[in-house]
């Protein structure tokens, strides 16, 4: 990787973006105002932020959510029928069963050939040796109007002489299984109280057009919580006005790969508050690869490699005007989510 790889938007590995350094954050006026575009927008479609917006329900739906979702994952992991949860006319157990459990690849093979996507199983013991490494408390703010979410890039994280490396070795040598890993750079993400991202995607469109599909994200839960993510299905057809996200869950022991380009928004916890300044909600650790072979027969060509440049899009591919959140709306049941799920 090139030493002078930097980013000048935050792209963020769980969906969520990040800057290269807290201190030295760069805003060109075209993302600038493309990113309070698209906060503005977002802002009018959602009621309200952090554990804040669960303040007007009861007590029985305060618990009633968390229990419901423990139930839920618990008949994932034993691959039962989730219909006999849901019961006629009870908005939250209809909208937690609308989020998607990736728990097992051959469950969902129509949705990963669709965004064509990988989900790939891990070792506890490598998950938990990668949590170990995490900074007990989290750099930097994302910046773009993304407050809530918080992040420290790993640089280290590509160097053969240091523990987190060599960890970071092992992971890729198992998503190298399907195309090889050529390059790649990783951040710890964490998310203080949940706010919905915008629709984006991590690199300008003119970055994903040139790179040939070879960019990949890496979405890595670190704990037990495991990690939600909002993904969107692409329509060049201008002519749809509304895509609505699917709102999808990793669980602990998975990671999932998807094309750069998809267009996607984290920001979602579900980790209890242990003291106000809590801001480790859902630890996960995100991925940029390049892969590719690489090359050719004869020798010539180069292995594809991360671009030395990054910046979130909030816009349309073809009309800068159009903020992507203007179509490519949240998922479904979001606001019953946000308050009797989400923290």
Not at 116 to 139: D, F, K, N, T, W
Not at 182 to 201: C, R
Not at 228 to 237: E, G, H, I, R, S
């Amino acid at each position: 990787m090139s030493p002078n790889l930097h980013f000048d938007h935050p792209a963020l590995l769980n969906g969520d973006n990040v800057h290269h350094h807290p201190r030295h954050v760069r805003h060109d006026t075209e993302s600038s105002t493309e990113s309070t575009r698209a906060w503005d927008t977002k802002r009018r479609h959602t009621t309200g932020s952090g554990s804040g917006s669960a303040s007007t329900n009861t007590d029985d739906e305060e618990r009633d959510g968390p229990s419901l979702w423990k139930e839920l994952l618990l008949q994932s992991k034993k691959n039962e029928n989730r219909s006999g949860v849901v019961e006629q006319d009870d908005p939250i157990r209809d909208a937690l069963s609308s989020i998607r459990i990736l728990q097992d690849a051959s469950d969902h093979r129509d949705w990963l050939e669709r965004y064509r996507g990988e989900l790939h199983q891990l070792p506890p013991e490598l998950l938990e040796s990668i949590a170990v490494h995490a900074p007990q408390r989290l750099a930097a703010r994302v910046a773009d109007f993304n407050e809530n979410l918080f992040y420290e890039m790993q640089p280290q994280a590509h160097r053969s002489d240091h523990p987190l490396g060599v960890l970071m070795q092992d992971l890729v040598q198992t998503l190298s299984s399907v195309v090889p890993v050529k390059d790649y750079l990783g951040s710890y993400l964490a998310t203080e109280t949940t706010v919905p991202q915008p629709a984006h995607v991590d690199y300008t469109w003119e970055v994903l057009e040139e790179t040939a599909d070879s960019l990949r994200l890496g979405f890595l839960p670190l704990t037990e919580e495991g990690m939600f993510l909002q993904v969107w299905p692409p329509a060049d057809n201008t002519s749809v006005r509304e895509i609505p996200g699917e709102l999808i869950y990793i669980p602990y022991g998975r990671i999932l790969v998807l094309p750069a380009s998809t267009i996607h928004g984290g920001g979602f916890r579900t980790t209890h508050r242990h003291h106000p300044q809590d801001q480790r909600g859902n630890l996960r650790f995100h991925l940029y690869m390049a892969r590719g072979r690489g090359g050719h027969s004869d020798g010539s060509g180069s292995s594809p490699s991360l671009p030395k440049h990054q910046t979130n899009k909030y816009t349309e591919p073809h009309d800068q005007r159009r903020e992507l959140c203007e179509r490519y709306i949240d998922a479904p049941h979001m606001e019953t989510l946000h308050q009797n799920l989400f923290v």
